[in-house]
C-alpha cells in the first residue's frame, strides 16, 4: 500500500533568522540614523545633534527592515509577527524619549555649575557668576521632612482605618474625600495653607517654612492613604483569621502582623509620595516665600527651596543671564538626583523588609 504524503505549507519550510538579530537589526539600524544625523550636524544643517531624533527615525527604520528580513528569510507569516512585536518594542522606546530627552538635556545643561561651591555657597549678596543653592537643598529637605511627618501618620492611620475597621458610611465618605484631595490642584493647596496661617497669626504677610509643608502634606495625605489602603488590602485575611484565633485582638493584630507583612509596599508609597511633592512650586513660592540666605528655622521668615530657586533665577535673571540659567539647570539637575535617590532607597527598603517566603 503506497504511503500518502501531506503538503506542508511554503511558508512552515521557511528558513529562520538568528535568534539575536532584531538585537543586531536594531544596533544598525541606530547606527545608520545616527551616523546620518552627525552627517547632517557636520553639513550645517542642523545647529546641534538631534540625539531624539536619531533613535526616533532608528526605531521606524528597525521596525521596516525587521519586517523585510524576516520576510524574506521566513516567510509573510513569522515576519508578522516579528512585525507586531517590533511595533510593540518601538511604541515602548518611543514612549521613553521624552523622558530620555529631558535627561539628557538637563544633565548636560547641569553639569556646568555642579561643583563644590554650589552645595556650599548661598546666594547671599551674589549678583552674577558664582553662588551656590545650599540654602534652597537645605530647605527643601527641612520642608519635605516636616510634610512626611505630619503626612505619614494621618495618611497611614486613615488607610488602617478603612481596611481594618472602616464600614458603612464613614469609611464611603473617607474614601470620597480622598478621591477628591487626589485632584486638588498644588496652587489651591498653597492658598489654603496661606489662608490658614494668615488667619491664625494674624499676619497678612505670613511666610515660613512650615506653612510650606502644611501644603505639601495635602498633597501627601491622598497618595499615602491610596498606596497604604491597597498594600493592606494585600495582606491575606487567613493571617488575620489566625491571629485571632489565638486570642489576639485586633489593633495588636494589625500592630504585629498586617503592618510588619506590607510595610514593604508602604515605604515605597510612601517614597513616592515624596517624589511626587518635592518639585511643587506653586504652593511653596506662596506659602514658604523665597529668599537668597540661609534659614534652618522652619518656623521663622521665609525659606527657600530648590523648585523656588529654580523659578526665580529662571524669571528674574540679572545682567549675566547665563550664569542664573545655569544655576537653574543645575537646581533641576539637583532635583532629579533626590527624587533617583528617593527611589532607590524606596526599592532597596522594599527589597529588605519584603516577606520572606520559604520555598
Not at 547632517?40 to 540625539?51: E, I, P
Not at 496652587?187 to 515660613?208: C, K, Q, W
Not at 521663622?300 to 540679572?318: C, E, I, S
Request: positive net charge.
Amino acid at each position: 500500500m503506497a504511503a500518502t504524503t501531506t503538503a506542508v505549507p511554503a511558508g512552515l519550510r521557511a528558513g529562520q533568522l538568528p535568534r539575536y538579530s532584531p538585537v543586531g537589526l536594531l544596533g544598525l539600524s541606530l547606527a545608520v540614523t545616527g551616523a546620518l544625523f552627525l552627517l547632517f550636524l557636520l553639513a550645517g544643517m542642523t545647529a546641534a545633534y538631534n540625539v531624539t531624533g536619531a533613535i526616533f527615525f532608528g526605531l521606524v527604520l528597525w521596525v521596516v527592515v525587521v519586517y523585510i528580513a524576516s520576510f524574506i528569510v521566513e516567510g509573510s507569516r513569522r515576519a508578522k509577527d516579528r512585525l507586531v512585536t517590533a511595533l510593540v518594542c518601538t511604541a515602548f522606546g518611543i514612549a521613553l524619549l521624552p523622558l530620555i530627552s529631558l535627561l539628557v538635556t538637563v544633565v548636560t545643561s547641569g553639569l556646568a555649575r555642579f561643583d563644590v561651591a554650589y552645595f556650599s555657597e548661598s546666594m547671599r549678596n551674589v549678583t552674577d557668576a558664582g553662588g551656590g543653592a545650599i540654602h534652597a537643598i537645605v530647605g527643601t529637605l527641612e520642608i519635605t521632612l516636616m510634610a512626611t511627618v505630619i503626612s505619614v501618620p494621618i495618611g497611614l492611620l486613615a488607610a488602617i482605618y478603612l481596611v481594618e475597621y472602616g464600614r458603612g458610611v464613614i469609611a464611603r465618605a473617607i474614601t470620597f474625600l480622598v478621591d477628591v484631595m487626589t485632584g486638588i490642584p498644588s496652587i489651591v493647596a498653597g492658598l489654603f495653607a496661606f489662608s490658614l496661617f494668615e488667619l491664625l497669626t494674624n499676619n497678612p504677610g505670613y511666610r515660613a517654612g512650615f506653612g510650606g509643608s502644611v501644603a505639601l502634606s495635602l498633597l501627601m495625605i491622598p497618595i499615602v492613604v491610596r498606596s497604604s489602603e491597597e498594600m493592606l488590602k494585600l495582606v491575606p485575611n487567613e493571617l488575620r483569621e489566625a491571629s485571632y484565633a489565638l486570642g489576639v485582638p485586633r489593633w495588636l493584630t494589625v500592630m504585629k502582623i498586617v503592618l510588619p507583612t506590607a510595610l514593604a509596599g508602604i515605604v515605597t508609597g510612601v517614597m513616592l509620595a515624596i517624589a511626587r511633592v518635592i518639585g511643587e512650586t506653586a504652593p511653596l513660592l506662596l506659602v514658604a516665600g523665597f529668599t537668597d540666605s540661609m534659614n534652618y528655622n522652619l518656623f521663622d521668615q521665609r525659606m527657600m527651596t530648590l523648585p523656588v530657586f529654580v523659578y526665580t533665577q529662571l524669571t528674574q535673571p540679572g545682567t549675566h543671564v547665563n550664569d542664573f540659567f545655569n544655576r537653574a539647570w543645575t537646581g533641576a539637575l539637583v532635583l532629579i538626583l533626590i527624587v533617583l535617590l528617593l527611589n532607590v532607597i524606596a526599592r532597596v527598603v522594599a527589597r529588605f523588609f519584603a516577606p520572606k517566603l520559604s520555598r
